[in-house]
């Protein structure tokens, strides 16, 4: 398999970042270049998709015939949950969504995150983070790899360059820096791997010497 870079594009094959203990692969669907992830636990082959964003059929085709046991929505923005009613129907999966933004999205969910929740792939687990900004009610998940650095999820609150949208509204632009700042940069260490809604991959350590410029820009 070739080595992981996380660069994506519709229509284009899939990545797999090889963990020891979970697989991450990573595919891009349309129509608005939407990342999602399909997680599975080496040990128990459990399977766990982040974001049945658009292109259902491309997503069923990723999980194949290993079942799906968890649908997780990062955030209750619409392209990041196109295919997840016929996702759910063809899979029977659980849907999982942070407690603040489940009312926005149209498939109702079954479990409801909080700060500090588990949800588990397998014999691994992430752990929720709620970061309110870019919606009220968005999740990062963060895999703590026993094996090797943190890696961890975040939906459109964190990306190459900044923050995520906040329509240029001051007070949800500053709720959602301090929240990145705090439980993102504040708690995990350069090598966390980051993965977020759309585009390319970047590590904590790349993006940490520039949330000051962030602020300073406001946006």
Avoid at 42 to 63: F, G, M
Avoid at 66 to 77: E, K, M
Avoid at 179 to 203: C, I, M, Q, R, S
Wanted: hydrophobic share 35%; aromatic share 6%.
């Amino acid at each position: 398999m070739p080595e992981y870079h996380g660069n994506v594009e519709v229509g284009g094959p899939a990545q797999t970042h090889e963990l020891a203990k979970l697989m991450i692969t990573k595919v891009a669907v349309g129509p608005m270049n939407n990342n999602a992830y399909l997680l599975r636990c080496r040990q128990t082959d459990e399977q766990v998709l982040i974001d049945a964003a658009n292109d259902a059929s491309t997503l069923l085709t990723l999980i194949g015939d290993g079942g799906l046991a968890r649908i997780v929505t990062t955030h209750r923005h619409g392209d990041h949950w196109q295919a997840l009613a016929e996702v759910v129907a063809r899979t029977g999966a659980t849907t999982v969504a942070g407690r603040y933004d489940a009312e926005g999205i149209d498939v109702p969910t079954d479990q409801l995150a909080d700060e500090g929740d588990q949800i588990s792939v397998g014999d691994c687990s992430l752990r929720v983070i709620h970061l309110v900004g870019h919606t009220p009610g968005s999740i990062a998940l963060v895999y703590d790899d026993p094996d090797g650095a943190p890696h961890v999820f975040t939906g459109d609150c964190l990306f190459p360059g900044g923050v995520g949208n906040t329509d240029k509204d001051p007070k949800r632009f500053e709720s959602l820096v301090n929240d990145v700042d705090t439980k993102l940069f504040g708690t995990l260490p350069d090598e966390t791997w980051v993965y977020p809604g759309h585009g390319a991959d970047t590590t904590l350590g790349t993006e940490r010497p520039h949330v000051e410029e962030w602020r300073e820009r406001g946006w």
